[in-house]
C-alpha cells in the first residue's frame, strides 16, 4: 500500500490521476445525455408500434367491415320483403278470420238484429220513450245480477256523494262565517239527493208504473240479446285461438316467405364463408403489407435505440471502474476536495512552477494560499 501512496507521487502520477478523473467526468456527462436521448427513442419507438398496431386493426376492421357489409346490405332487402310478406300474410289471415268470425255468427247476429226491432215495436205500441229499451234503464229498474247490482251501487256514491260534493265546490262561498258553509253544504246534499229521487220516481211512475209487465218482456228480450252477444263472443275467441289455418288459404304466402327466409340464409352462409376466408387468408394478407411499408423504419429506430443503450451502459461501466479506482487509490489520500478537476490543475499549476516535488508537498503549497 505504501508504494501506492498518491501523495508521494511526482506530477507524472498527478496527470494520471487527472485523467482517470477526466474520464469519470465526461462518462457521467455522456450518461447523462445518453438517458436523454435513449428515453426519447424509447418514446418514440412505442409509439411507432402502437401507430402501427392501431393502423393494422383499423385496417382490418375496415376491411372486415366492407366485406360483411356487401352481404348486410343484401341481408337487409330480403328481412325487408320477410316483413312484408309476413305483414300480408296476417292481413289475408285477419281477413279469413274475421270472414269465418262473421260466417259462424250471422245466425246469432240476424237475431240480436230482429230481436231489436222487436223491442222497438214493443216500445212504439206501449208508447214507451226509446230509452226504455236500454241496458242503462233495465239496470236501474229491473235490476238482474251481480253486475247489474254493482252498476247501481257506483250509481248511488255518484249522485248522493261525488255530484252534490262537486257542485258545493263550485260554489262561491266565505268561508270566514264558520256556520254558514256547513249550513250550505248540507243544504247541497239534501237538494241533490231529493232531486235524484224525484228524477228516478217520476221515470218510474211513467214508465214501470204504467207499462211493467210490457218491461218485462222487454227485458226477457234484452237478455236473450246479451246471450247472443255472449255466445258471439265465445265462438269469436275460439276462432282466434284455432291453430288450424288451411281455411284461410294462405299456402301462397307461406310458400313466398320459406322462400325469403331460404335465400336469407343462403347470403347469411354466403358471408360467414367470406368472413372466414379474410380471418384466415386476407388478414394476414393485410398485414404484411402494413408491416412491409412501416416495419423497416421502426427496425432501424429500434437499432439506433439498441445502439444508444449499449453505449450507455459501456459509459457506465467506465464511471463504475474510474469510480472505484478514483476511491480505493486516490481519495482515501487526498480527500474528496482534491478530486476535483479545478483542485487537480492547481496542484498541478504548483508542481509545474517547481513549488512543490510531490503531491503531498503541492497540497501544503494550496493550503498555505491566500
Known amino acids: 500500500?505504501?508504494?501506492?501512496?498518491?501523495?508521494?507521487?511526482?506530477i507524472n502520477s498527478l496527470r494520471e490521476f487527472r485523467d482517470i478523473v477526466d474520464r469519470n467526468v465526461n462518462a457521467r456527462n455522456q450518461v447523462e445525455l445518453t438517458l436523454i436521448e435513449e428515453k426519447r427513442l424509447e418514446k418514440e419507438l412505442s409509439l411507432n408500434k402502437k401507430n402501427l398496431k392501431d393502423d393494422i386493426d383499423s385496417t382490418i376492421k375496415s376491411r372486415r367491415n366492407q366485406v360483411a357489409s356487401q352481404f348486410d346490405s343484401e341481408m337487409s332487402k330480403e328481412e325487408d320483403k320477410l316483413r312484408k310478406a309476413r305483414g300480408k300474410r296476417d292481413r289475408a289471415k285477419e281477413k279469413g278470420v274475421k270472414e269465418r268470425i262473421s260466417d259462424e255468427t250471422a245466425d246469432l247476429t240476424r237475431q240480436n238484429k230482429e230481436i231489436k226491432g222487436n223491442i222497438r215495436t214493443e216500445l212504439k205500441g206501449a208508447r214507451l220513450p226509446k230509452f226504455c229499451g236500454s241496458a242503462f234503464y233495465f239496470t236501474l229498474y229491473f235490476t238482474k245480477g251481480?253486475?247489474?247490482?254493482?252498476?247501481?251501487?257506483?250509481?248511488?256514491?255518484?249522485?248522493?256523494l261525488l255530484l252534490p260534493g262537486g257542485i258545493y265546490a263550485l260554489l262561491p262561498i266565505n268561508f270566514e262565517k264558520k256556520f254558514w258553509p256547513i249550513a250550505l253544504l248540507a243544504i247541497t246534499y239534501f237538494v241533490v239527493i231529493v232531486f235524484c229521487c224525484f228524477i228516478y220516481i217520476i221515470i218510474g211512475k211513467k214508465t214501470k208504473g204504467k207499462q211493467e209487465e210490457k218491461l218485462k218482456?222487454?227485458?226477457?228480450?234484452r237478455d236473450r240479446v246479451n246471450g247472443n252477444k255472449k255466445q258471439i263472443k265465445k265462438i269469436t275467441r275460439s276462432i282466434r285461438k284455432d291453430k288450424n289455418e288451411d281455411m284461410y288459404g294462405l299456402g301462397d304466402f307461406d310458400e313466398k316467405i320459406r322462400a325469403i327466409e331460404s335465400e336469407i340464409q343462403r347470403i347469411n352462409g354466403e358471408k360467414e364463408a367470406a368472413i372466414l376466408n379474410?380471418?384466415?387468408?386476407?388478414?394476414?394478407?393485410?398485414?404484411k403489407e402494413i408491416e412491409a411499408k412501416e416495419l423497416p423504419r421502426i427496425e432501424e429506430l429500434e437499432a439506433k435505440y439498441n445502439e444508444t443503450v449499449k453505449n450507455r451502459e459501456a459509459m457506465e461501466e467506465i464511471v463504475k471502474q474510474t469510480g472505484l479506482k478514483i476511491s480505493s487509490e486516490y481519495e482515501a489520500y487526498l480527500g474528496k476536495e482534491y478530486t476535483n478537476l479545478n483542485k487537480i490543475d492547481r496542484l498541478m499549476s504548483v508542481m509545474e512552477s517547481g513549488k512543490a516535488t510531490t503531491i503531498s508537498e503541492a497540497i501544503e503549497v494550496v493550503k498555505t494560499e491566500p
Not at 500500500?1 to 511526482?10: A, P, Q, R, Y
Open 1 to 10: 500500500m505504501e508504494d501506492k501512496n498518491i501523495l508521494k507521487g511526482d
Open 146 to 160: 251481480f253486475g247489474e247490482v254493482m252498476t247501481c251501487a257506483l250509481m248511488v256514491i255518484l249522485m248522493f
Open 217 to 221: 218482456e222487454i227485458r226477457q228480450l
Open 278 to 287: 379474410f380471418d384466415e387468408n386476407v388478414k394476414a394478407t393485410i398485414v
